[in-house]
């Protein structure tokens, strides 16, 4: 028994200094441990995958920005000059559009270009009752040549008008009361009464406010009053 023990105590040693193989070395003694009942191939065979799984250290992803195709990146946008022509077109579109553009205030045009001045439209084209709120006695001479026949055509404008609407009827008779007409017929009147003279006397003194309007003239503007009632 002593000898035994002697014999392990000078092994031990001997042991320590002999040189190790590399799976020695890589292995740990745990493991070595467990080669009683675990194969041998496959304790080498994880040793060597633990091995490399050390040696080998995970990298970080690094992202890249992917450049659009067809176009230059914005350092070499700069770069390039607007003489460069030998750059195609779309390519030069992208560089011009990525510079600055130096931006002016829109100024609105004077108002006076913006309002010409409009010619006021003439009317050339009278209705009835238009031609009777311009009538006069100088324009019913146009109309008709005969003083005797100014009743008959003054009273057919009403009674054509009657007959079409009673409306413009009443229209007609306020544009007659209105007209350069009227407006003398009246006052022939207002000056035979304020003046004590008969309207025959009046009308003979050619006085301009009575428009030329002679005595047969009234008479006949008496009979359209009379038939018209007004």
């Known amino acids: 028994m002593k000898k035994r023990l002697e014999d ?7 042991a320590k200094n002999l040189p190790l193989s590399n799976n020695q070395k890589l292995a740990p ?9 675990t194969p041998v191939s496959h304790i080498f065979v994880d040793e060597a995958q633990a091995a490399l799984s050390s040696q080998r250290s995970p990298q ?6 992917v450049q659009p195709s067809g176009s230059l990146p914005l ?19 992208t560089i011009r559009l990525s510079r600055k553009t130096k931006m002016t205030d829109v100024q609105p045009p004077p108002k006076a270009a913006l309002a010409p001045a409009v010619a006021t439209a003439k009317k050339y084209t009278t209705g009835p009752i238009d031609e009777i709120a311009q009538l006069s006695c100088s324009l019913l001479r146009q109309f008709v040549a005969d003083p005797a026949g100014y009743a008959s055509f003054l009273l057919d404008k009403f009674t054509t008008l009657q ?6 009827y009443l229209e007609a008779i306020d ?11 009246q006052q022939v009147v207002s ?5 004590k003279q008969s309207i025959e006397s009046l009308v003979s003194s050619k006085n301009p ?12 503007l008496v009979s359209v009053t009379s038939y018209l009632q007004i």
């Not at 390039?80 to 779309?90: E, F, K, N, T, Y």
């Not at 000056?191 to 003046?195: E, G, R």
């Not at 009575?210 to 047969?216: A, E």
């Open 175 to 185: 544009a007659f009361h209105e007209s350069p007409l009227w407006q003398v017929y």
């Open 60 to 65: 970080p992803s690094v992202s890249k920005k």
């Open 209 to 220: 406010a009575y428009d030329g309007m002679t005595y047969p003239d009234f008479l006949s």
């Open 8 to 14: 392990h105590s000078v092994a031990a040693p001997l």
């Open 163 to 168: 007959k079409d609407s009673y409306l413009l």
């Open 29 to 37: 003694q745990g493991i070595h441990a467990l080669s009683r009942t």
């Open 75 to 93: 350092s070499a946008m700069s770069q390039v000059g607007a003489s460069d022509r030998w750059l195609p077109r779309h390519m030069e579109e």
């Open 191 to 195: 000056d035979s009464l304020s003046q």
